[in-house]
């Protein structure tokens, strides 16, 4: 076992990763603390990396939790570039990627994840770009510019945002899906279908039940060819067809991994006195329910808070109402609670063109809504429906479609 | 430097625990109607990224930012928690033949 003194220790310095070590000072934990990731800025917020940063309006320092004068004023020491070799949770230690090892009392698994490659692609194609880290977007803010043919491959939320940003830098943009419509896996196909038109109406050409056949080219990608033999000839390509969790080094000291590392409800791992969080956690939200892993702002920002409360000594069950926005031109998309892809229980129509779309179980409680418009426009609303998620009771599907009813005034009826 | 008191709007033009946006000189404010028909101004976007608060959600005297939930105690401008942790500038305003008036330093 380790010494008593032995430091909190978190792996992995992403956003869930950074909250934790921040946490931890904010409840006034004041031992050695050693936050510990392989890339080298100080922890930051990913959403901005489609968006704001690609777009040249956001830097590094816009999306950073903090600075990192700001983790030595905390005293939290700051391994960066040095990542984790191996874990020992018998021993409660581990390897840096250097050769030392360290104890830990306590330990968080923040590892996040990383994008899933395009098979048959050579490595070295310096115009086969992916987007998952801060670096990953400069490089590939660097050459979108007016007139590139960029063609990107998948039509998930990473996919659908570049397109966007890559439209509003001037670029001739083809996005490419496998399945029969936009962010099929995860959205109602009514927002599938709003994307779609205002992809459209932005000048993507969105191509939907199309499956690659290669990526040509000698030096770097020349053309994406589709297995329908048609070729679309291109100066960029950008993958975004999901991310892989980080699993491997807790797999590998023989915790439970599923599709993530697998948490019980207080978000501990099956080692003693590790935990997990954000990108790679695989938790259940209920008792009865099936393990999920959320790739979301939100899942990393309260599960790193969360963690680090446990990793306190706090034994509290990791309850909380989900939920996730994509920002596309100048429209948004807001989700919270549980979401289905099947048509909603009730749908709330805006003259602008927004709506809201609600789901509801047996008892006609709210369990999910979805809301796209123009600008932040639902955000009101959607945080209402959480207010009405957390505390269920019947709601009549004719109020939830009726615009002129307050959803205020629903919550205090 | 002294106050300049600016014109907002007709005090009706704020629902009852409410918010809306005001632009002014270059500038963005939320201006606030409590339940109790108070009001009240702070600095128009959240401290955390650069969001208008005027879309997010009115509470009781609690401000909820759009996006990332960060929330703040509108009358006084302090941040409630993380994601939020800057607190919002407040600005007095005052009524005046139901007009409601921000005043800016000049």
Redesign the interface.
Known sequence: MSPDNAPLVIVGAGHAGGRAALTLREEGYCGRLVLIGDELHPPYERPPLSKGLLQGTVELAGCSLCDSARLTELGIEYLAGNPVKSLDPAQHRLQLADGRWLDYGRLLLATGGRARRLPHVPEHWANVLYLRTHDEALALRAVLRPGTRLVVVGGGFIGLEVAATARALGCSVTLLEAGSRLAGRVLPQRLSDALLALHRSHGVDVRLNVAIETVQGSLQAEAVQLVDGQVLPCDLVVVGIGMLPNTELAAAAGLEVGQGIRVDAQLRTSAPDVFAAGDVCEFRLQPEGGFQRQETWRNAETQGRHAALNLLGGELPFEVIPGFWSDQYDWSLQTVGVIFTTEPAASRIFPDGGFLLFYLDSEQRLLGACGWGPGNSVARDIKLCERLIAHPGPLSACALADASVALKQLLRS | MTDQWIDVCAVDDIDE?DVIRFDHAQRTYAVYRSADSEFFATDGLCSH?A??LA???V?DHVI?C????GRFDYRSGKALG??ACINLKTYPVRVEAGRLLLAITV
């Open positions: 625990e990224e969001i208008h879309d997010g959600l509470m909820e759009p996006k990332h939930n993380a994601p």
